[in-house]
């Protein structure tokens, strides 16, 4: 019997799937897979998989929490805000490449280079953010504490936008008076704010909601807790209209309800394509677009 891999909860009302491409790492043969970039509700199954050894099958749901819990993190932030949304590079977990790929999926814009290191490996996986290290740079991002705010201002008049770094959450009214402090002092530019990972829930992102021009992400941690049992894999049809998810060993095509063709989620491992960066973002961007997170709902048949 082949093993299934499923995220039974999530911190927020949906995930984004990805990942797919470290079971190839792990030596572990793909038998079903919904396609990376997917945003899903919790109780669905992800992967069918062949593989007997305990350590591995530790392994995976140890990296598949990760890499999903950093596309949904990303993801959750871009949907509630529609804004930029950055990392520091010595924000990202290792391996470097994959959480990238993971981070980009979701929709991450940007790598801020915080430290000293080679960023011309890092291009296919995004872009690098310039920010201002002398007063003549210009076009870059100014990244700053509240301390000091107020004096890098005065001496950096050139800036494209201002990231403010802070160890406690702003409340709209401490975000308000610095955006002020920031027209004051230079006029209109972009104004993004740091946020640790305990930052990001859904009443303090919504706080942020037309106030921001972006968000940096200072730390990760695991939103999903996934599971892994002896099964095989169902069918997965989403009715992109009445906006459920038909999970079921049979054989579906047209939405019962409204005659509508399903779009098959689940896909056959031996048509296995890994994609690129770009291109999970761009699936997932597509997804996104027609995805209710209040409406779906799942149905088992
Ligand atoms: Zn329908």
Redesign the pocket.
Known sequence: MPYVVKVTRCKYPWFINVGSWIFKKFGIKLNRYIIDGVPLKPAIPIFEIECYKNDILRKIINELSKLISLATIVNFIKKCLNVKVFTYYSSIPDEIEDSLKALITGGLDGIIPDLEVNYEKLKDYGNIINICRSEVDKLCYLVTNLISLNELLAKFKQVYGVIVKSSYRLSKNILIDLKLKMYDSIGDHEFLIECCHLDITKSYIKNLQNLVNGVVISSFSNVVTLEIYESKMPNINR????Q?DFVTHNQIKK??????K?TNLAKSGSEYKEYSPKEMKFICMEFMKEFKEDKLRIEFR
């Open positions: 009715c992109i209209n009445c459920i939405c019962p309800y409204c005659g509508n399903l």
